[in-house]
């Protein structure tokens, strides 16, 4: 299969090229760097050190034997995915390709904008080339649990049937997003249904929960081949960022009462599912939405679980509860529905203490790459007057 995977240097993107390519697919991945710049600019980097993409490549060549080529530009900028599409000729493309942090979005006017124009005309201009030059190909796209929010029913996966006023009809679920990052996907995933309906598209909508991990298979090859670790306050998730705490005796920062419960899963379970999504792909016109999740806690539930592995390897850790800058129901009702790619076959990665210490232990490895100053909340969602309101 010809695999084209948008988003290709980053912390998912670059675990999935080495997968497909190591398993004979026939791999290219595009990016335009924004991550590694926009990390920087906010004063961070990643834990674990990164080669070049080009690096990757050759290094990945030299482990592997395999190839990957790679396209360098901008997929929301002029023709260039067009072009993309074009001369690779792709079977399947696996879209990582947006800007992926919600506090990010939340900083400023300038990164709100930023981050719609990207993902949303990134993933407009992309349909529109698949519609033109590759309407065979399965869209793999990467959404997110975050476009529901946390209503009071059951989270279904993507669709609902509803009986109103004496008859029935199945929808698409209905979205609360709680950023304009999570609102970018809803965008996206409205999009990309009226692309299937329309244009006869096929597509599949992987809503991903929260993604925790450093190491791949493939990643423990050669240090080149490392993906990127973020554990900052802007673009590091919950257990990364308890682990990367732990590890340096900086206390672990739950938001508010931490009752926030949300799905989780393994890198090398995000790697499976999508996996077995390009295996078995949807028919033509239909659009597809898996939950992409494997356990459900809340965040009080994984600080304790993190301060607990860590005393096994001998750490010291405190859990400390900080106002929550962020605009969510802290004590809510969740149970999404996660069963489709159970279904096709995904054998889980689950959570437990021995994954978290050898999470700890590649963490230990790098901690002088820490940068302290970054880890501590400073993006507040609710604006500073609705906040002296509200108290």
Same mark, same amino acid.
């Given at each position: 299969? +010809? /695999?084209? =995977?948008?988003?290709?240097? &980053?912390?998912?993107?670059? %675990?999935?090229?080495?997968?497909?390519?190591?398993?004979?697919?026939?791999?290219?991945?595009?990016?335009?760097?924004?991550?590694?710049?926009?990390?920087?600019?906010?004063?961070?980097?990643?834990?674990?050190?990164?080669?070049?993409?080009?690096?990757?490549?050759?290094?990945?060549?030299?482990?592997?034997?395999? #190839?990957?080529?790679?396209?360098?530009?901008?997929?929301? #900028?002029?023709?260039?995915?067009? #072009?993309?599409?074009?001369?690779?000729?792709?079977?399947?493309?696996?879209?990582?390709?947006?800007?992926?942090?919600?506090?990010?979005?939340? *900083?400023?006017?300038?990164?709100?904008?930023?981050?719609?124009?990207?993902?949303?005309?990134?993933?407009?201009? !992309?349909?529109?080339?698949?519609?033109?030059?590759?309407?065979?190909?399965?869209?793999?796209? !990467?959404?997110?649990?975050?476009?529901?929010?946390?209503?009071?029913?059951?989270?279904? #996966?993507?669709?609902?049937? =509803?009986?109103?006023?004496?008859?029935?009809?199945?929808?698409?679920?209905?979205?609360?997003?709680?950023?304009?990052?999570?609102?970018?996907?809803?965008?996206?995933?409205?999009?990309?249904?009226?692309?299937?309906?329309?244009?006869?598209? +096929?597509?599949?909508?992987?809503?991903?929960?929260? /993604?925790? &991990?450093?190491? @791949?298979?493939?990643?423990?090859?050669?240090?080149?081949?490392?993906?990127?670790?973020?554990?900052?306050?802007?673009?590091?998730?919950?257990?990364?960022?308890?682990?990367?705490?732990?590890?340096?005796?900086?206390?672990?920062? $739950?938001?508010?009462?931490?009752?926030?419960?949300?799905?989780?899963?393994?890198?090398?379970?995000? !790697?499976?599912?999508? &996996?077995?999504?390009?295996?078995?792909? %949807?028919?033509?016109?239909?659009?597809?939405?898996?939950?992409?999740?494997?356990?459900?806690?809340?965040?009080?539930?994984?600080?304790?679980? $993190?301060?607990?592995?860590?005393?096994?390897? &001998?750490?010291?850790?405190? /859990?400390?509860?900080?106002?929550?800058?962020?605009?969510?129901?802290?004590?809510?009702?969740?149970?999404?529905?996660? @069963?489709?790619?159970?279904?096709?076959?995904?054998? %889980?990665?689950?959570?437990?203490?021995?994954?978290?210490?050898?999470?700890?232990?590649?963490?230990?490895?790098? *901690?002088?790459?820490?940068?302290?100053? /970054?880890?501590?909340?400073?993006?507040?969602?609710?604006?500073? *007057?609705?906040?002296?309101?509200?108290?």
């Amino acid at each position: 299969m +010809r /695999v084209l =995977i948008l988003g290709g240097d &980053g912390y998912l993107g670059w %675990p999935t090229a080495m997968r497909f390519s190591g398993t004979g697919h026939e791999v290219a991945v595009v990016d335009n760097f924004l991550r590694r710049r926009w990390v920087e600019e906010a004063g961070s980097s990643s834990l674990t050190p990164l080669a070049s993409l080009d690096e990757r490549i050759t290094g990945w060549k030299e482990a592997s034997g395999k #190839e990957i080529q790679s396209y360098v530009g901008d997929i929301a #900028e002029g023709t260039f995915v067009t #072009e993309v599409v074009r001369e690779f000729e792709p079977e399947a493309i696996i879209h990582y390709g947006e800007q992926p942090s919600a506090p990010w979005s939340m *900083r400023s006017v300038d990164n709100a904008v930023t981050t719609q124009a990207n993902n949303v005309i990134g993933s407009l201009k !992309l349909l529109w080339a698949m519609r033109d030059f590759a309407p065979d190909a399965h869209l793999i796209k !990467l959404g997110t649990m975050g476009e529901y929010g946390t209503p009071n029913i059951d989270i279904e #996966e993507g669709f609902i049937e =509803i009986e109103h006023n004496g008859r029935r009809d199945t929808l698409p679920f209905p979205k609360l997003p709680g950023s304009l990052y999570h609102l970018s996907k809803v965008h996206d995933s409205h999009n990309i249904h009226f692309a299937c309906r329309t244009w006869g598209l +096929r597509a599949t909508d992987l809503n991903q929960g929260v /993604v925790y &991990g450093i190491e @791949t298979p493939e990643t423990r090859l050669d240090e080149r081949l490392l993906t990127r670790f973020d554990y900052d306050e802007m673009f590091g998730t919950a257990l990364n960022r308890f682990a990367v705490q732990a590890v340096i005796g900086h206390p672990l920062t $739950v938001y508010g009462k931490g009752g926030q419960t949300r799905g989780f899963l393994n890198i090398v379970d995000t !790697l499976q599912c999508v &996996g077995i999504t390009a295996e078995n792909p %949807p028919d033509a016109g239909e659009y597809r939405v898996f939950n992409q999740f494997t356990e459900v806690f809340n965040v009080a539930e994984l600080a304790e679980k $993190v301060r607990h592995a860590a005393g096994e390897v &001998g750490l010291d850790v405190r /859990v400390d509860h900080v106002a929550n800058p962020r605009m969510e129901l802290e004590e809510h009702y969740y149970n999404p529905t996660h @069963t489709k790619l159970l279904e096709l076959g995904l054998q %889980p990665t689950l959570l437990s203490e021995t994954l978290i210490e050898s999470m700890l232990d590649v963490i230990r490895r790098y *901690r002088e790459n820490v940068i302290m100053d /970054v880890i501590d909340p400073v993006t507040q969602w609710r604006p500073e *007057r609705l906040e002296k309101s509200v108290k």
